[in-house]
């Protein structure tokens, strides 16, 4: 929870679309971002920190999320999904959203926590 803005977020291994003998591991995150402040938001960038064992930390800096730049509501909420693909089937994510309080216009980060990403594969 930052500045009353929780995020959330639920990893999921996609056994479908990962094949581990060519090191091809896929996740997929759920996302909710709940706006339980006092103003309505704008989210205008995104910044993750991956990080796959053996393979180290990729930053991957972009606008919005999945294409779109959300305005969510005071008490309301928007969620999406995307995908990871890492090399070693194990790692974990981390990052922050730039948002704009709609109201001053005045822009802040809202971190996102870390999870961690494990194929079912690897866990057995």
Do not use: C, H
């Not at 995020?7 to 094949?19: A, F, G, L, M, T």
Request: aromatic share 12%; glycine share 8%.
């Amino acid at each position: 929870m930052t500045s009353n803005i929780k995020v959330s977020v639920i990893p999921e291994y996609d056994s479908k679309n990962s094949y581990p003998s060519e090191n091809r591991y896929v996740f997929k995150y759920n996302i909710t971002i709940e706006n339980d402040g006092s103003f309505p938001i704008k989210v205008i960038k995104r910044k993750w920190l991956i990080f796959d064992v053996g393979f180290g930390y990729t930053e991957i800096i972009g606008d919005g999320v999945i294409g779109l730049t959300p305005e969510i509501p005071t008490g309301d909420n928007f969620a999406y999904f995307s995908n990871v693909m890492l090399r070693s089937g194990v790692g974990n994510m981390s990052g922050k959203y730039l948002v704009k309080n709609m109201n001053t216009q005045e822009t802040f980060e809202i971190d996102i926590p870390k999870f961690n990403l494990l194929s079912e594969v690897l866990s057995n």
